[in-house]
């Protein structure tokens, strides 16, 4: 283990891991933003995969999202919705799924 020159713990072995591309709907008037995908979302390849997460039945019922279908499927519904699934981290190293966890991080560019 090594320190930062912030006097944060870095471990050298911690995997870096990378977010999702933006869910972009259409005429977006809501931005709804994430920090990092957690480790079933990113094992799935799938925003909010983890079942106790209650993203999708939130959308089901804001926005009569069917959040039983397949992932393909929500995400088509989305794009067709006024909203931006976005996380603002691009790669960050973290152990585990909390935000309290990241280590070091990159942002994602806003353009």
């Known amino acids: 283990m090594a320190l ?3 006097g944060r713990k870095l471990l050298i072995d911690m995997p870096v891991v990378q977010s999702f591309d933006p869910i972009i709907g259409t ?3 809501v931005l709804i933003l994430g920090s990092m995908p957690g480790v079933a979302s990113l ?3 799938q925003y909010y995969a983890h079942p106790r997460n209650g993203f999708w039945p939130i959308m089901a019922e804001l926005f009569d999202v069917d ?3 397949d992932y393909a499927c929500r995400i088509d519904q989305l794009k067709q ?3 931006i699934l976005w996380d603002v981290l691009r790669s960050c190293q973290r152990q585990g799924s909390l935000d ?3 280590y070091t991080s ?3 560019p806003t353009a």
């Open 4 to 6: 930062t020159s912030y």
């Open 27 to 29: 005429n977006p008037r």
């Open 43 to 45: 094992e799935a390849q």
């Open 67 to 69: 959040w039983a279908a």
């Open 81 to 83: 919705l006024p909203v």
């Open 100 to 102: 309290s966890a990241i």
């Open 106 to 108: 990159e942002f994602k």
